[in-house]
């Protein structure tokens, strides 16, 4: 019977009176530790409590407490009177195994099994890491959040929390908060003549859900989807992540080029569009464009993802109904966010499924992630049916015209000759062009060293880019910041153009 | 020319001088449905502003507002003072349409092509449905909701929304905001005995997030998974809507049957296991279980998911560290919810990832939908970091024993002889047995009639289960509501035996 090596008590030693975890923990940890990394072997007797007690310092209960856990987790055993010892059970892989502690270089090498698309997640550069937390001159995508109604959603959510009826708190409908489904309903049918019943409208973790829930339902690996090209790389990684193989098709002036994408594959399940205002480009796709190819779809038994991620905001023109609202034969899911209205961080948007997909849909949410949480969903009703959307929707189209005018005026001040901005109709960018022969890539790359966010338009592209241009967001943009965005543009391309 | 037919002027009276949808919104639906139907052929000229404002009885502007936004979606065409047109190019097929409008039941035949995981969805059977909206005796898996901290929450959230900072707001962590993995992280380091770091905890939308991820980093379509059975049925459904192939392992005293489960099938990716507390059963795994079923994972190189659903409500006894405390290798991802803890609404769970791997589940989330709703996680963090948490913990422990306790004396005094209970150590439902012979199906259905919820054990088997129980969730049931189902279900199965 080997007794405990004392040489082995001194690590049990380090007992830390001061630490927040009770000794009686830190004394079963160590004990724990050194049973798992073979320091104490099994069969070995255990000093009686009160010794040990004594030897550490601590109260006999502390040490008790501690055996009575190492007891009940297996790794002692005894009887009393007999003293107590380390099981002797213990499968030898485990105690061989040592300290060893697990880290990322030491699994890596590996070479461990992902699935075939855990690889290429694994491969792929995460969307969402370009924009994460990018905030100031100028990030696209980025609503006012300096103008953001705070004190109407403290209001709000603290009056839901205390007022809450019990059914709210318990598992929600996978397709979302009814109240909050009609509302969208009834806002999606007078403001964009999107033709639905709340039924179809099920609520999304914003739009990168609606595309990653379509992808599931609608595709398997292999299959063809049309993308605009250049186009928005959130949908491009969603549907990649799907397996499935994206074809760039060009834009014109009237949007997405049907002819063309028919001529490269027409072997197609899926189209991705942004017709209200492409992104990044702000091309609106023309009526008769909507209508080819919603002739086309139906022709080919392809299905319409209609992304309508910020109609809200158009400054000039009247904005197009959604090309939903002209769909006959139900092949487009439409997809809106409050991402743009009101702040990325709220992760709340809807889709609108064809009536004879919506349960489809659901159980594809249920699976997911069951629903999104319902207290957000029901602050957002009575932000919405309060009537502060509308209020808030109106108040940033102003701000967000104002504050591209000053982009603009500073451009010309700062950057005439450089850099070519057209006034934009609607939306929270520009696109600016620059000189021929300028790379994007290299400019983008200097404004950054100048502390300046400016995506190159190439980095939309899945084709070669026709021309060299940035996305400059200035909805997002403080008026001071536009000014010192752009001044710092000026320096960071100084010698841009030798 | 054809003038439009003055016949056709009828429907676009229609006009509703009541409705909140203003007048020219009205006339513009109501022409360009006309258009759309083909009841005013391309070509057609319209009558003169005019004309048309006097013969509808509204204003000229009204008219004019109806005419610019049909020009500006090109519905209409034409020059000023030559009157206007219905554009000549709309394609016919579109005209041709008719006024059909979308409905399931048209589309429903037409055998739409939804991808293969499309249609398996489809058929699938919500796994949150049945627990929908399911409040009261005896729902399992609903927390005791009458005792939510509404006050605390309502305070939190308030002061969140106030002093907001900026980044807050946009685009945040796909692995979720720093504070809370720092909290968790703790959390069950403390706790749980959990080794991690922050780095390795993802916040997810519930475990049910944390199962769909998994399956898509490490599953592919075919591949083989270990369940308990009886098991979670949240989590086949998870794994079935991946592709995989659930093989079903029995359990015995220590859990799950290593050695049957070898016997069955050895080529397996991934083991799903709730060691703590087994759902439904409530077996805890033993700790030579655990450490035989890391040696065969690690040996068979899979994975092991383990879902700590519930571990905080433990009534006796001790509760056994995490079993991914013990695993050297990598092998373990960890799930928990809030679900059970605070309530299924806040929709937020963690996951834990061995270090090799957080990159991959981070892309995953990314692209499944971003991140979680960044002020949930900002509040959620207060609650845990302010000592609210662990309050609420040590309150619904002692309160779910007293609720457990209440139930054990109903069933002895209301239904002995007829429904086998016996305490358990932990967790928030019973799993009572029926007398040999008696449907547990049929009793449920009894139960349902009565308006009780007592969920049949055979639902949770796929294989043939052993014996006949129901579940009896308690911890969302008020005392009297507790008694008030017992006697329910005596009334219920009156007649069940003999």
Redesign the interface.
């Given at each position: 019977m080997n007794k405990l090596p004392t040489a082995l008590t001194s690590p049990l030693l380090a007992l830390d009176q001061s630490s927040t975890?009770p000794l009686y923990?830190q004394l079963y940890d160590g004990l724990?530790q050194a049973i798992?990394d073979g320091r104490i072997v099994p069969g070995a007797r255990l000093p009686a409590t009160r010794a040990l007690a004594t030897e550490l310092g601590v109260s006999r209960n502390t040490v008790m407490s501690a055996f009575?856990?190492l007891f009940?987790?297996?790794?002692l055993e005894g009887r009393v009177g007999d003293g107590t010892y380390v099981t002797r059970?213990?499968?030898d892989?485990?105690l061989h195994?040592g300290a060893?502690?697990?880290?990322?270089v030491a699994?890596?090498g590996t070479g461990?099994?992902?699935?075939?698309?855990?690889?290429m997640?694994?491969a792929?550069p995460?969307?969402?890491?370009r924009?994460?937390?990018?905030?100031g001159a100028f990030?696209p995508g980025?609503p006012a959040?300096?103008a953001?109604p705070?004190?109407t959603?403290?209001?709000l959510?603290?009056?839901r929390?205390?007022n809450?009826s019990?059914?709210?708190?318990?598992?929600?409908?996978?397709a979302g908060y009814r109240p909050l489904r009609d509302a969208i309903a009834a806002y999606l049918g007078?403001a964009r003549g999107v033709?639905c019943s709340a039924e179809q409208v099920i609520i999304?973790?914003?739009s990168?859900?609606g595309l990653?829930l379509t992808a599931?339902?609608?595709?398997?690996?292999g299959?063809v989807v049309w993308m605009e090209d250049p186009g928005y790389l959130?949908a491009r990684?969603?549907l990649r992540?799907a397996g499935a193989e994206v074809i760039p098709v060009p834009l014109d002036a009237e949007g997405l080029d049907v002819v063309a994408g028919n001529a490269r594959n027409a072997a197609v399940?899926l189209v991705y569009i942004t017709p209200s205002h492409q992104y990044p480009t702000g091309v609106t796709m023309?009526?008769?464009r909507r209508?080819?190819l919603?002739?086309w779809a139906?022709h080919h038994?392809a299905w319409i993802i209609e992304d309508d991620y910020d109609s809200e905001y158009r400054y000039a023109?009247?904005p197009?109904?959604a090309l939903q609202g002209?769909?006959?034969?139900?092949r487009v899911i439409y997809l809106g966010t409050f991402s743009k209205v009101l702040?990325?961080?709220?992760?709340?948007g809807y889709l609108v499924a064809?009536?004879?997909?919506?349960?489809?849909f659901?159980?594809?949410r249920?699976?997911?992630?069951?629903?999104?949480?319902?207290?957000?969903q029901a602050v957002l009703t009575d932000f919405i049916v309060e009537g502060h959307f509308a209020r808030h929707i109106r108040r940033m189209r102003a701000l967000y015209a104002e504050r591209q005018a000053i982009l603009l005026e500073a451009i010309e001040r700062e950057l005439s000759g450089l850099l070519d901005a057209r006034p934009a109709e609607a939306g929270m960018h520009l696109l600016t062009w620059l000189p021929d022969g300028i790379n994007d890539q290299l400019a983008a790359q200097r404004a950054a060293e100048y502390g300046v966010i400016a995506p190159p338009l190439s980095a939309y592209n899945l084709a070669a880019p026709l021309r060299s241009g940035v996305l400059l967001g200035y909805a997002?943009v403080k008026p001071h910041a536009i000014e010192a965005g752009v001044k710092q543009l000026a320096a960071a391309w100084a010698k841009l153009c030798g």
């Amino acid at each position: 019977m080997n007794k405990l090596p004392t040489a082995l008590t001194s690590p049990l030693l380090a007992l830390d009176q001061s630490s927040t975890t009770p000794l009686y923990r830190q004394l079963y940890d160590g004990l724990r530790q050194a049973i798992l990394d073979g320091r104490i072997v099994p069969g070995a007797r255990l000093p009686a409590t009160r010794a040990l007690a004594t030897e550490l310092g601590v109260s006999r209960n502390t040490v008790m407490s501690a055996f009575d856990q190492l007891f009940a987790e297996g790794y002692l055993e005894g009887r009393v009177g007999d003293g107590t010892y380390v099981t002797r059970t213990l499968p030898d892989t485990l105690l061989h195994a040592g300290a060893t502690t697990m880290s990322a270089v030491a699994l890596q090498g590996t070479g461990r099994r992902l699935s075939r698309r855990g690889a290429m997640l694994a491969a792929t550069p995460v969307s969402t890491s370009r924009e994460r937390g990018q905030v100031g001159a100028f990030a696209p995508g980025i609503p006012a959040i300096d103008a953001f109604p705070f004190e109407t959603m403290a209001t709000l959510a603290a009056r839901r929390w205390r007022n809450l009826s019990s059914e709210l708190l318990g598992y929600g409908d996978p397709a979302g908060y009814r109240p909050l489904r009609d509302a969208i309903a009834a806002y999606l049918g007078a403001a964009r003549g999107v033709r639905c019943s709340a039924e179809q409208v099920i609520i999304v973790g914003g739009s990168q859900q609606g595309l990653d829930l379509t992808a599931r339902v609608l595709l398997d690996s292999g299959n063809v989807v049309w993308m605009e090209d250049p186009g928005y790389l959130g949908a491009r990684g969603a549907l990649r992540a799907a397996g499935a193989e994206v074809i760039p098709v060009p834009l014109d002036a009237e949007g997405l080029d049907v002819v063309a994408g028919n001529a490269r594959n027409a072997a197609v399940r899926l189209v991705y569009i942004t017709p209200s205002h492409q992104y990044p480009t702000g091309v609106t796709m023309s009526l008769t464009r909507r209508l080819a190819l919603l002739e086309w779809a139906t022709h080919h038994d392809a299905w319409i993802i209609e992304d309508d991620y910020d109609s809200e905001y158009r400054y000039a023109g009247r904005p197009l109904a959604a090309l939903q609202g002209l769909d006959r034969t139900g092949r487009v899911i439409y997809l809106g966010t409050f991402s743009k209205v009101l702040c990325p961080a709220i992760r709340l948007g809807y889709l609108v499924a064809p009536p004879d997909l919506v349960d489809a849909f659901v159980a594809a949410r249920a699976l997911a992630d069951r629903h999104a949480p319902t207290i957000d969903q029901a602050v957002l009703t009575d932000f919405i049916v309060e009537g502060h959307f509308a209020r808030h929707i109106r108040r940033m189209r102003a701000l967000y015209a104002e504050r591209q005018a000053i982009l603009l005026e500073a451009i010309e001040r700062e950057l005439s000759g450089l850099l070519d901005a057209r006034p934009a109709e609607a939306g929270m960018h520009l696109l600016t062009w620059l000189p021929d022969g300028i790379n994007d890539q290299l400019a983008a790359q200097r404004a950054a060293e100048y502390g300046v966010i400016a995506p190159p338009l190439s980095a939309y592209n899945l084709a070669a880019p026709l021309r060299s241009g940035v996305l400059l967001g200035y909805a997002g943009v403080k008026p001071h910041a536009i000014e010192a965005g752009v001044k710092q543009l000026a320096a960071a391309w100084a010698k841009l153009c030798g």
